[in-house]
């Protein structure tokens, strides 16, 4: 006779990529990314959401945080972006799992992690870098300099065109480019 299991056990694992030929399991009920997250913080779920939300973001500083579950430095950081998320709720926060996006991520030169991308208006990206729990102020200063509130003249842009071309020309980003104009 097999002994009960207790409860709260997880009945089955999540298995992520970690290294050549092997994975790792991610246990549901413990996924660290899906902790503490704030109102203002979205999982984005497709190229096409990406895109979007950057399109229609108006003139809201957009963060776009760039992570993997097998990621320690990810999984460190995490409770500092969520607590820079909930001390600036007009910010608006999307998270990227390069696991589950990874022809997006390639698309986008996404190659180390953790990474931040900052964008806003019709100005586009402000700013993008990588940062860890020790240098954590590269993003606090960020969030300092393109976090207050402004107007900025013209639509939200969004990511850049090349960027969009490359999306749009990798058949595994599953991306159908907006071949209205961007300008």
């Given amino acids: 006779m097999e002994a009960p299991k207790p409860p709260n056990f997880p009945n089955s694992c999540d298995y992520f990529p970690f290294?050549?030929?092997?994975?790792?399991?991610?246990?549901?009920?413990?996924?660290?990314?899906?902790?503490?997250?704030?109102?203002?913080?979205?999982?984005?779920?497709?190229?096409?959401?990406?895109?979007?939300?950057?399109?229609?973001?108006?003139?809201?500083?957009?963060?776009?945080?760039?992570?993997?579950p097998g990621c320690g430095g990810c999984k460190a950081l995490h409770p500092k972006i969520c607590q820079q998320a909930e001390m600036n709720p007009s910010v608006m926060l999307l998270r990227v799992?390069?696991?589950?996006?990874?022809?997006?991520?390639?698309?986008?030169?996404?190659?180390?992690?953790?990474?931040?991308?900052?964008?806003?208006?019709?100005?586009?990206?402000v700013c993008a870098f990588s940062c860890t729990n020790a240098t954590i102020s590269k993003f606090n200063n960020a969030?300092?300099?393109?976090?207050?509130?402004r107007c900025s003249l013209g639509p939200a842009k969004g990511l850049e065109e090349g960027e969009l071309l490359s999306l749009a020309s990798n058949p595994d980003a599953h991306f159908g480019y907006p071949w209205r104009s961007l300008s």
């Avoid at 902790?35 to 497709?46: A, C, F, G, Q």
């Avoid at 799992?97 to 990206?125: D, T, W």
């Avoid at 969030?143 to 509130?149: E, F, Q």
């Fill in 97 to 125: 799992n390069c696991e589950e996006h990874k022809a997006m991520c390639r698309s986008l030169h996404i190659h180390v992690l953790p990474f931040f991308r900052f964008y806003r208006g019709a100005q586009g990206r």
């Fill in 19 to 68: 290294g050549q030929n092997t994975s790792m399991c991610a246990a549901r009920a413990f996924r660290w990314w899906e902790k503490n997250t704030s109102s203002n913080m979205t999982e984005i779920e497709s190229t096409n959401q990406l895109v979007h939300s950057l399109l229609h973001a108006e003139d809201k500083l957009v963060i776009v945080d760039f992570y993997s």
């Fill in 143 to 149: 969030l300092a300099k393109h976090g207050m509130d």
